[in-house]
């Protein structure tokens, strides 16, 4: 699959295994025109649901055409299913913020 054509769009940072395995199955399953995955985890240290390896939360925010006319749980049904056993049993935490191209 060819990268999004805004790649400059694209916020890439150092990784951990987690945060590396949502950005790809997401630019794999939406071919992303902007994504940001954001580890929130140090925010949590210490709280319920942090395991010690800080990659527990995360915020994903995606902007693909895929999403175009879909509502907002839709979007993150489809979010929620293209990263398989990752939200709820890998991570604790996932927010969702998707959007289609043109929205705010």
Do not use: C, W, Y
């Not at 699959?1 to 400059?8: F, R, S």
């Not at 210490?46 to 907002?72: C, L, P, Q, W, Y």
């Not at 049904?77 to 935490?93: E, M, S, T």
């Amino acid at each position: 699959m060819e990268p999004p054509a805004q790649t400059d769009r694209l916020i890439m940072s150092s990784s951990g295994p987690i945060e590396t395995e949502i950005r790809t199955l997401l630019t794999q399953a939406f071919a992303p025109t902007a994504l940001d995955v954001s580890n929130d985890s140090a925010m949590h240290s210490g709280h319920m649901g942090d395991d010690g390896s800080g990659e527990s939360h995360f915020t994903v925010t995606i902007e693909s055409a895929e999403f175009t006319g879909k509502n907002r749980l839709a979007r993150q049904r489809a979010v929620i299913a293209a990263l398989g056993d990752i939200p709820g049993q890998r991570v604790h935490a996932l927010a969702i913020k998707a959007r289609a191209p043109g929205e705010a």
